[in-house]
């Protein structure tokens, strides 16, 4: 095994076990899918997080979780925790931030989060709380930040809330349903290109720098083809192969030549591009 | 506050630190290395290649004769006293979440050179693309000081890569911390493309591709079985030993990623809200902006989006290097997108309750000329221009800095590149004098500037 992979592992494995030995708690709560790790400047604080790769978590894991007690932070975005969950969290009054957006959490229950007095944000965006959850928010005084996008919140329950918390920026997010498309642009003009038969000695002109248009070919030689763009020197760069009946659709400036030779590279022919879109059909050989 | 804890975090990550330290002081050293929480948790990088115009974004002049101001218009934003060009209305109204450096100034005038010191940070010395002794990019260089988690690439970088005239750019990768810090090119899978040239190469992540859980899985014991035979080999062999090292960081990332991830769900833009994806435009810009916040969402660290057709190709295609027809392009193609995506994004970040935890940092070469020229173009100015921040605990409504009148030198408060970097290191809890060692075990400070005083 090459020692990258190992460089990469070290750290997290190495924490696993101090934490298995330092907390059974820790231990429990990493064996359901939480990560955890120790909060910044708060001794013995933890942060734990079950967003990324412990969304399967339900209201019994919640339990093992509350265990820890003093935890600082908590998300349980996109798990599988309800408002009957909540009493679990009711004493972590450490808590100063607290995710449960996209969770099943409504009204219910909701009582249990009045006691988290540190809390300094909230996102409830996208549950179906009410009015009747804000409520239950007003003693909050540390709140800074609440997000209630996508919630059953009111004006009027808003800005009672706005009242009690005049610190607090509360987030409503957008009406989805006022965005309005920018309606697609008309299609590009296109052309058919005209096709230049090159007998054996013949040679397709230099491209010439132009604007940026788009060629499309269509292989209706019977045969597999290969296609050139000839560069603004004279020389040639293989594009790639067409078989026969195949198509292609490939960037290029107006005033470019596109050779199309057979597969050993005798040229048939080519089309010189202009600025609409170029239909390049090969004909039948 | 003197800080060695990235060096201590980075020597952790070595099995000779591990070997030498016991489990407990590990752990010590560990919480050290946050004792002091930046508010920055992800970063999302948004580039405009080719040089986006300060007069014609950020930085306004109204007031300038008019072949120095322009066609267009200042327009009050949501900050009284603040302006921003008329083309961009929508995120006019986020003025509140963005701090404008409108001081920054360098000493390079072509895209290669303003390219790799915006994105660096640092002079571009000897440099060619590919090269391990580059430099690595910010988000590269973010990136290193991430924790790696399985299936999560520390940085991704989408849609292509920056061409110029079919030349490949020297920075926008690892440099010299290795293959393993590249950040992983991804293709944005949906949106109308920039007209003109948009380059893909073979190295980036097509994730939508042989998605069935059993093909990949046999996949990663073919990549087990093809890791044997190479060991077998020579290691010398020409240069093959090096290539693989290459394949083999990409492959095992694509593999972990369409098993394991949150990035895989993340990548399905058919799962996002049409409506959502409406707000962002269907455009590959705005298509790409918004995998970003959910790549960020899925817990990938730091996303770079390269907002501008992948090669510069003379002129053509939509990107910022307007030589010619400057108004026209800014006013129709490239403002509406960029103001549009950008707005969706911060709007994005904000509602989900993203936005205080994620940086998002625009870049770009340098400025534009304040004289038109023959063609109604502007040319490469490097003597003064605007980049830009916002979220992650940086304070909006705030210009730092100025140009002068004219808006041809610094002001006041002129600041480069590195002070930039040092800010965006300041923002994300590195330590900008934070010292690493290249593969040759050279030291090297990651960067030579301080970070503005905005926060």
């Known amino acids: 095994m090459s020692c990258r992979a190992l460089l990469l592992v070290p750290l997290f494995m190495a924490s696993a076990v101090v934490f298995a030995a330092d907390s059974e708690q820790v231990e429990a709560v990493r064996k359901i899918g939480g990560q955890v790790r120790p909060a910044a400047g708060a001794d013995g604080a933890w942060k734990v997080e079950f967003q990324l790769t412990g969304r399967s978590l339900t209201d019994a894991g919640l339990a ?14 996109d798990t599988k925790v309800t408002s009957a969950g909540l009493v679990h969290i009711k004493g972590l009054t450490s808590l100063n931030r607290l995710h449960l957006e996209r969770t099943a959490v409504d009204d219910s229950g909701t009582e249990n989060l009045a006691g988290l007095v540190n809390l300094e944000y909230l996102n409830l965006y996208n549950t179906k709380i009410t009015d009747k959850t804000l409520v239950h928010l007003a003693g909050l005084k ?24 005049p610190g607090c920026r509360i987030v409503r997010g957008i009406d989805l349903s006022k965005i309005v498309a920018i309606p697609k642009p008309p299609p590009r003009p296109s052309e058919d290109l005209k096709w230049i038969a090159l007998t054996d000695d013949a040679k397709p002109p230099r491209s010439v720098t132009g604007s940026g248009t788009e060629i499309t070919f269509t292989n209706n030689s019977g045969i597999k083809v290969k296609i050139y763009w000839v560069e603004y020197g004279g020389g040639l760069r293989l594009y790639g192969e067409l078989a026969p009946g195949g198509k292609r659709v490939q960037n290029t400036f ?17 089309f010189r591009t202009g600025l609409k879109l170029g239909k390049a059909v090969i004909p039948k050989i | 506050m003197p800080n060695s804890n990235y060096s201590r975090r980075g020597f952790l990550r070595s099995t000779v630190g591990l070997a030498g330290l016991t489990l407990p002081t590990i752990l010590k050293l560990q919480s050290q290395a946050i004792a002091s929480a930046p508010k920055a948790k992800s970063c999302i990088v948004i580039y405009t290649w080719g040089g986006m115009s300060h007069y014609e974004s950020f930085d306004p002049k109204p007031d300038a004769p008019s072949d120095i101001r322009g066609e267009f218009k200042a327009i009050p934003t949501a900050t009284p006293g603040i302006q921003y060009c008329e083309h961009l209305p929508l995120l006019a109204k986020h003025s509140d979440k963005l701090a404008i450096v409108r001081s920054l100034h360098h000493n390079q005038g072509a895209h290669q050179g303003g390219m790799y010191i915006s994105l660096t940070g640092h002079q571009p010395v000897g440099i060619k693309a590919g090269k391990r002794t580059n430099w690595p990019s910010l988000t590269a260089m973010i990136s290193r000081f991430q924790e790696a988690r399985s299936g999560t690439p520390r940085a991704i970088r989408m849609p292509y890569s920056m061409y110029d005239n079919g030349g490949l750019m020297a920075g926008d990768d690892g440099g010299w911390l290795g293959y393993d810090y590249d950040p992983v090119l991804i293709r944005t899978p949906a949106g109308t493309p920039y007209r003109g040239v948009t380059r893909y190469n073979d190295l980036e992540l097509k994730l939508k591709l042989n998605t069935e859980r059993e093909r990949v899985a046999s996949r990663r014991a073919l990549l087990r079985d093809l890791e044997q035979k190479v060991s077998i080999g020579s290691p010398q062999a020409s240069g093959i030993h090096e290539n693989y090292d290459q394949l083999d960081h990409f492959h095992k990332m694509a593999v972990d990623m369409l098993l394991d991830s949150p990035v895989r769900e993340a990548y399905d833009l058919e799962q996002e809200d049409p409506r959502i994806r409406d707000m962002y435009s269907d455009h590959v810009c705005g298509q790409t902006l918004l995998l970003s916040r959910r790549l960020v969402e899925a817990g990938v660290p730091v996303v770079q989006a390269l907002c501008s057709a992948g090669d510069l190709a003379g002129g053509s295609g939509d990107n910022w290097d307007t030589h010619r027809d400057h108004f026209p392009k800014m006013k129709d ?34 400025g534009r000329t304040p004289k038109i020229n023959g063609n109604g173009g502007r040319d490469h100015h490097p003597g003064v221009y605007s980049m830009v921040l916002a979220g992650g605990g940086i304070p909006g409504g705030q210009v730092y800095g100025s140009s002068d009148s004219s808006g041809i030198s610094p002001g006041s408060n002129a600041c480069t590149p590195a002070d930039f970097h040092a800010t965006v290191y300041k923002a994300m809890g590195i330590d900008h004098h934070a010292e690493l060692h290249d593969q040759l075990d050279r030291p090297f400070q990651i960067c030579d500037g301080e970070p503005l005083p905005i926060f």
């Open chain 1, 254 to 270: 107006s005033q470019a030549s596109w050779l199309v030779t057979d597969e050993k590279e005798k040229p048939l022919g080519y």
């Open chain 2, 333 to 366: 193609r490239l403002l509406p997108v960029f103001d549009r995506a950008v707005s969706a994004l911060l709007t994005d970040l904000e509602m989900r309750g993203m936005l205080d935890e994620t940086l998002v940092v625009f870049l770009t070469d340098f």
């Open chain 1, 142 to 165: 540390k709140l800074e930040q609440l997000y209630l996008w996508q919630t059953g919140v009111t004006d009027e329950g808003v800005s009672r809330l706005e009242k009690a918390l």
């Open chain 1, 64 to 77: 093992q979780v509350a265990a820890l007690e003093k935890i600082v932070r908590l998300n349980l975005r």
